[in-house]
């Protein structure tokens, strides 16, 4: 298995723990780089993220199309072994804020 499909197999268990819907709209050899490589959703919030496991540079990151996503309002990420963390920390906060807005009600 690569690095990058180790990658995503990891991620992927942090999204089914949440209970994230996700999907890889495209995965094929010269696709259109203005798509993300997986896009999800959770708690009604659009997420799109890129896959760059440790032997890929900044320089391979697709950032165009991060940054347009982020500025249609939605959250985009490039994952990486040590960014796991704090897209699971968003996560939680999202959990925690939906529980508390059932706590008011």
């Not at 990891?10 to 949440?18: A, G, S, T």
Request: proline share 3%; hydrophobic share 35%; net charge negative.
């Amino acid at each position: 298995m690569t690095e990058e499909l180790e990658l995503k197999k990891k991620f992927e268990k942090v999204l089914n723990q949440f209970g994230a819907w996700y999907y890889y709209p495209s995965e094929r050899m010269f696709s259109d780089r203005r798509y993300p490589e997986m896009i999800a959703t959770y708690k009604g919030r659009f997420f799109a993220f890129e896959f760059h496991p440790r032997y890929e540079t900044d320089a391979d990151v697709s950032y165009d199309c991060l940054e347009d996503i982020r500025k249609a309002g939605a959250e985009a990420f490039v994952v990486r072994d040590e960014t796991i963390k704090d897209i699971r920390a968003r996560f939680k906060s999202l959990t925690a804020a939906d529980k508390h807005d059932e706590l008011e009600s």
